[in-house]
């Protein structure tokens, strides 16, 4: 025994209620998020079972995966059964005695972007959401992590979950990004190395200048992605950048209390010395603008390179299920990817969809049009997001490049609103998956950073955005 | 929860790496605010002609007649990947599968499986691999057991495979067990350990 400890362990201690044997704990839960989808029916089968919300403060929800993303929107979704999932939420978190963020509410938005929004969230807190990019929320030093329907009806009525200790690993990206190379491009070269199941089983800390070098809203969307990489989650120490942004939010502390806050807060990082069970470390000079080619987010590839042969995606890939995503994606080996036609462009989700996505986007929009042909969609990820936005007149320079300009909603990252793209339609997007049909039917989707789908968007084809000017 | 000891069932072979979530169940499939209903939106995507249709693609495993009845699915590596939806593992088991056979679960899935009632098995590549082979020329009587009890699964050549599956889970498996009623057995230790970090971290409680 050392005594030197990961920040997940002294995390994990803190919140120990207590050992149930064979590697599994009780630990104590300090937030429960919900959304529509998944959280309305963990609320109603824990009313239908008789059980009440043990900690109501603590328990948030929100519209977003179902509720549709058109203006003048209301409880009427184009999905024909979606009213119901909106209307029964509001019924079972009005007799939960919860918080919720409905639908014309100036907080409501993806959960993933007004948790943090709020202050919900906080450094050392342990938070989980029936939701897998919950580890987005990682970035702020918290132990955030998605579970299913079930599970989260064991955390509303016993404020504790069952959980099954994760290994530890850390991903240490030395040096800087370079210009134009983001948060996303950062996230798919780790996947693209290390594969899609490169951290299954392991809590994942992301460590190192380049992180440390990131907003919180870069961080965010560095730990959205570890879902993709099969972590149990990711965080970050936080520091300074994270205290600065959470002070004075809504549910943060204030006065004495933010101070004592700050003191605890300070104590959360990982010991040196600290044992990790699996350590790799990144280049970040070498992350160049990346682009996916195929239906994982592991099948990712530099902007300027050519679609990879087989021999050099082989470590986490059969033959079977490469070729089945050459022909679904229809892109052609040695190949390049930029210059192919598109027929849509997306920016949203709780990968890409926040203020500072919005600015990058829009800078290269300013005084430019989308192509002709291409449907072009821009879904800011909360309502505090769209109005800052509008408050910049970043509106006007989506709508004057011919984008639309949403409503909050996680949208058609997949069929939120019963929304998609059509018939085997090539789309660029912000969002964090490339699966068949998960944007529309038969969909290529190409994830990218939201500056790589804005340049795309103004070319009418995959485009490199270091080739515009700004 | 249906307790699960042991099963000898026809297994369907969908041996393919990452088989998400989306295609478990699509989004478009989750029509209602229940966890019933979602067998016929079992891979839809895949074993449907059309989409929203129900022609089935006779192309596809589950609508080949001879693994009908099927209760055991063989997949491939980081098998119910993406999004959490629990409706995956519900429609799973609505539709019939009692236990999957993988090389790797993604963590939320496998959760979801334990919690109602399917067996996560994790076995090596070659294993699963060589066990759809020994299915393959007769699956209707060339049939798979798992027992959960010695944590062992026998291919129809006799072949034994042990797995491992943590004991929590496989109580809860054996069991039939409801985590929230044991839980809550601990009520009073909750509510001291809530009440003793009240006093140190008040910030967190709203």
């Known amino acids: 025994m050392t005594g030197m400890r990961t920040i997940f362990e002294k995390i994990w201690a803190e919140h120990q209620v207590a050992d149930l044997g064979g590697g599994t704990e009780l630990l104590l839960v300090d937030r429960v998020l919900l959304h529509e989808r998944t959280g309305g029916v963990a609320l109603e089968s824990l009313a239908a079972a008789g059980r009440k919300v043990m900690a109501p403060g603590q328990v948030f929800a929100t519209m977003d995966h179902v509720v549709d993303t058109l203006p003048g929107r209301g409880d009427r979704t184009i999905m024909p059964t979606g009213t119901a999932f909106i209307t029964a939420t509001r019924a079972a978190a009005r007799a939960a005695g919860i918080t919720l963020f409905d639908l014309g509410d100036p907080r409501q938005g993806i959960v993933h972007v007004i948790s943090p929004e709020q202050g919900i969230v906080l450094p050392g807190l342990t938070l989980v959401c029936p939701d897998s990019h919950t580890c987005s929320q990682g970035a702020l030093g918290a132990l955030a992590w998605g579970i299913g329907s079930t599970e989260a009806e064991h955390a509303l009525a016993t404020a504790t979950l069952r959980v099954r200790r994760p290994r530890t690993m850390r991903v240490t990206v030395n040096g800087r990004l370079a210009q134009g190379v983001t948060p996303k491009d950062l996230a798919l070269h780790i996947l693209a190395r290390h594969g899609a199941g490169g951290a299954k089983g392991y809590v994942v800390e992301y460590a190192g200048e380049a992180v440390r070098a990131l907003s919180v809203e870069g961080r965010l969307t560095l730990c959205n992605l570890a879902t993709e990489f099969a972590a149990f989650t990711a965080i970050i120490a936080p520091d300074d950048v994270v205290f600065d942004y959470l002070q004075g939010r809504p549910y943060a502390p204030e006065g004495a209390r933010w101070d004592q806050a700050v003191a605890a807060w300070r104590q959360l990082y990982s010991d040196d010395g600290a044992v990790f069970d699996r350590a790799i470390t990144i280049d970040a000079g070498a992350v160049a603008p990346m682009i996916t080619w195929g239906n994982s987010p592991q099948h990712a590839i530099p902007l300027d390179q050519p679609v990879p042969a087989f021999q050099d995606v082989a470590d986490h890939n059969t033959r079977e299920a490469y070729d089945r995503a050459l022909s679904y994606m229809a892109v052609t080996p040695g190949a390049p990817l930029v210059g192919l036609p598109i027929d849509a462009a997306f920016i949203g989700s709780c990968t890409n969809s926040r203020v500072e996505d919005l600015r990058r986007a829009a800078a290269l929009l300013r005084g430019r049009k989308v192509a002709a042909g291409v449907r072009a969609i821009c879904v800011p990820g909360s309502s505090r997001v769209k109005a800052a936005a509008e408050a910049e007149g970043l509106d006007r320079v989506f709508l004057d490049a011919g984008f639309e300009w949403r409503e909050a909603g996680c949208s058609m990252c997949f069929f939120a609103g019963g929304e998609s793209f059509g018939h085997r339609q090539r789309v660029v997007t912000s969002t964090n998956r490339n699966f068949e049909s998960r944007q529309g039917p038969e969909t290529r989707s190409h994830l990218a950073s939201p500056e790589t789908v804005a340049a795309s968007a103004v070319a009418g084809r995959l485009a490199d955005p270091r080739l515009l000017e700004v | ?206």
Request: proline share 8%; aromatic share 8%.
């Open chain 2, 1 to 206: 929860m249906t307790p699960f000891t042991t099963l000898t069932a026809i297994a369907a072979p969908l041996v393919r790496p990452n088989i998400d979530t989306d295609a478990i169940i699509p989004s478009r499939e989750m029509t209602s605010v229940s966890k019933k209903g979602l067998a016929g939106g079992l891979f839809a995507g895949w074993r449907y002609t059309a989409v929203g249709g129900r022609d089935p693609d006779p192309d596809f495993v589950l609508n080949n007649p001879v693994y009908r009845g099927a209760a055991i699915l063989l997949a491939g590596e980081n098998f119910g990947c993406g999004s959490s939806r629990e409706h995956a593992a519900w429609a799973l088991a609505e539709y019939g599968f009692r236990a999957i056979l993988a090389p790797s679960f993604n963590p939320i899935f496998r959760g979801n499986c334990v919690r109602n009632g399917i067996v996560p098995v994790e076995l090596p590549t070659v294993a699963i691999t060589w066990i759809a082979s020994t299915v393959a020329e007769a699956p209707r009587t060339r049939l798979v057991t798992v027992d959960l009890r010695q944590q062992m699964v026998t291919a129809p050549d006799g072949g034994t495979h042990p797995f491992s599956i943590e004991p929590e889970a496989r109580e809860m498996l054996l069991h039939g067990l409801d985590a929230i009623d044991l839980t809550l057995l601990r009520r009073a230790e909750i509510q001291a350990k809530r009440q003793a970090d009240k006093e140190r971290r008040p910030w967190v409680y709203l």
